[in-house]
């Protein structure tokens, strides 16, 4: 006779309604790529200017010969400028098999057979790779902000450029959103996630060559507009208040990264369903 | 819904790939405990099923699933079904457990509760031993139970299995079947058990919807389905060379229906009382040598390929 049943039981506990399945797709995402010590790796490098910054500040603050090397508006500029690449390497590593692997393990269906809408499951997929995106961008220039502080002693620098806060968060904001948004439509086009990697690659230094090749035989920077990193570029530049390195203005600028936002949404729309429909 | 209410209805549902109509005008109802979906490959079952689960939007039609109607409130729906899919589908990169609970966590379930149940649900599914293991590295036969773990780890109301025996060695289909049946008759799970294997659907259920080019092609209880209105035979005849379609179209032609089985021996339904007798006269007006004639008992074949115009 058997100690204990391990048969099948029936659950008296509650359950939650629905409208929280993102976030435990989000948190299970999260502790995935935290469990990997490449990505570890990774988000260390990332942090790397950080520590560099942050060894200029107190220079700056506390030698008097370092002076020179005082903080600025544009030094977060350039600081958020310095992280594209990590935010390139963390989209590539964390964005490119978020839908893709779903889909070659045909996980959809199983997601979307539980109380889960397709827009929570876009949106748990979506803010893992936010989140990550936020840790080397938004974060270390807040941290960044608040060292300059710290070594100050006074809220002098941070007074006198009180815009910083919510530029810092609005450019990041924008830049996440547009990068993860792209990233995890290409993801939902292939069921391979190194494809995908590619492809996105592929698009960002496309769109950027394709702009050099027109500026090399018009000299203008008009048609910057093709580029996307040139457009963010754009838009980080108003956001900050610095001169615009471009001829384009920033409207158009802007509608780009929106209308690939749109974009990229719709993909989403059409590619993430229970079931996949060849008509 | 009040017991005895069916758990699924189906009203004119329609559906369609493109040009091609997959449901056809499908108006049916599927009783509570444990009931066959049965119908050869393409007959329409699993989209019917995906139809239920909401992930196809009918053309028209309305269906009920637990008394909730599946337009309105297909997420009411969802917590409340488990979904084995046909084809394999797991979360990648993750261990038989830690895929169960994250399933049971998006089903509602607390996360202490999710992970404790996870565990009791790989045991009784047969998984206890290799539940650390991760899923990609499991056989078929693993994987199709740890689909139907994880359309369990949320105590469902209804159960949906999609062909749960694909791909499986005899020892772990019976094993699988044993599991669905006690699911059924023993922990009180309603099912709908979509296939095309007849002994599957006869061994573990108690009704059944059998299916054909997308519309109902019968249904009711195994039991009453296979009342004869009329009386089956296993016949083996002798005939002159090239004799045997004229025999079987003799036989059709007078409302017999006939169907070859394994061993040279066909089973002939005869409608009404004529029985045996209507047999031998056909066979004496066709010059064919009745070798065995044998009555038979109705079984769940007869029905499908009656329901389905076989031969």
New interface residues.
């Given amino acids: 006779m058997p100690i204990h049943d391990?048969?099948?039981?029936?659950?008296g506990?509650?359950?939650?309604?629905?409208g929280?399945?993102w976030i435990?797709?989000t948190r299970?995402g999260i502790r995935?790529f935290f469990a990997k010590r490449a990505f570890l790796g990774l988000l260390l490098v990332s942090w790397f200017p950080f520590f560099v910054r942050a060894v200029q500040i107190y220079a700056a603050t506390n030698l008097p010969q370092a002076a020179f090397l005082a903080p600025t508006p544009e030094t977060f500029r350039q600081f958020l400028d310095q992280q594209q690449i990590f935010v390139f390497f963390v989209t590539v590593y964390v964005g490119a098999?978020l839908i893709a692997?779903?889909r070659?393990?045909?996980?959809l269906?199983?997601?979307?057979?539980?109380?889960?809408?397709r827009a929570e499951y876009v949106f748990g997929k979506l803010a893992i790779l936010m989140a990550f995106l936020a840790l080397v961008t938004w974060l270390p220039a807040i941290v960044l902000l608040i060292v300059q502080i710290s070594f100050a002693g006074n809220f002098t620098f941070f007074k006198n450029n009180i815009f910083l806060f919510p530029a810092i968060t609005v450019f990041s904001f924008v830049q996440v959103t547009m990068v993860a948004t792209a990233m995890l439509a290409l993801s939902s086009l292939s069921k391979s996630s190194r494809y995908v990697g590619i492809l996105y690659a592929a698009v960002i230094f496309f769109t950027q060559a394709i702009y050099g090749v027109l500026y090399a035989v018009t000299r203008s920077t008009s048609l910057s507009w093709i580029s996307f990193s040139a457009n963010l570029s754009q838009i980080g530049d108003v956001i900050f208040r610095q001169p615009l390195k471009y001829d384009t203005p920033w409207p158009v600028s802007l509608m780009m990264i929106a209308g690939l936002i749109v974009i990229s949404g719709v993909i989403l729309e059409r590619r993430v369903?229970?079931?996949e429909?060849?008509? | 819904m009040t017991e005895g209410d069916p758990v699924v209805t189906l009203e004119n549902v329609s559906v369609a790939?493109?040009?091609?109509l997959a449901l056809r005008d499908v108006t049916s109802s599927f009783s509570s405990g444990a009931v066959g979906l049965l119908g050869p490959n393409g007959a329409g079952k699993s989209t019917m099923i995906?139809a239920l689960?909401?992930?196809?939007v009918p053309e028209r039609g309305r269906m009920r699933v637990l008394g909730v109607d599946v337009a309105e409130s297909p997420?009411?729906i969802?917590?409340r079904?488990?979904?084995m899919?046909e084809?394999?589908?797991?979360?990648?990169?993750m261990n038989a457990v830690s895929f169960v609970a994250?399933?049971g966590?998006?089903?509602?379930?607390?996360g202490v509760?999710a992970m404790q149940?996870a565990h009791?649900?790989l045991?009784?599914v047969g998984l206890?031993e290799a539940r650390y293991r991760n899923v990609?590295t499991y056989s078929t036969g693993m994987k199709q139970r740890i689909k139907l773990a994880?359309?369990?780890v949320?105590?469902p109301d209804l159960l949906f299995l999609d062909e749960p025996t694909n791909g499986m060695d005899p020892k772990g289909r019976d094993e699988m079947l044993e599991l669905v049946r006690?699911?059924a008759h023993n922990?009180?799970?309603n099912l709908i058990l979509s296939s095309h294997l007849l002994p599957d659907v006869e061994y573990t259920c108690d009704q059944v919807v059998v299916m054909d080019k997308g519309a109902i092609a019968a249904a009711g209880p195994i039991a009453a389905l296979k009342q004869p209105r009329g009386r089956v035979y296993e016949l083996r005849v002798k005939t002159p060379t090239g004799g045997i379609e004229a025999f079987l179209q003799r036989l059709r032609a007078a409302g017999l229906d006939c169907h070859a089985t394994d061993e040279d021996v066909m089973r002939v339904f005869v409608p009404g009382e004529g029985g045996a007798r209507e047999l031998f006269a056909l066979a004496s007006a066709e010059r064919v040598q009745v070798r065995h004639l044998r009555p038979s008992v109705p079984t769940l074949e007869d029905v499908f390929a009656h329901a389905v115009g076989e031969e």
């Fill in positions: 391990q048969g099948y039981r029936r659950y506990g509650d359950k939650t309604r629905g929280t399945g435990v797709i299970a995935t098999g692997n779903d070659r393990a045909n996980a269906q199983i997601y979307l057979s539980k109380p889960l809408t369903r229970g079931v429909v060849v008509a | 790939y493109g040009k091609h995906k689960l909401g992930f196809i997420l009411e969802r917590a079904v488990g979904y899919p084809s394999d589908a797991h979360i990648p990169g994250y399933c966590e998006l089903a509602g379930l607390p509760d149940r009791e649900v045991f009784y206890g990609e994880q359309a369990l949320h105590d006690d699911l922990k009180g799970v």
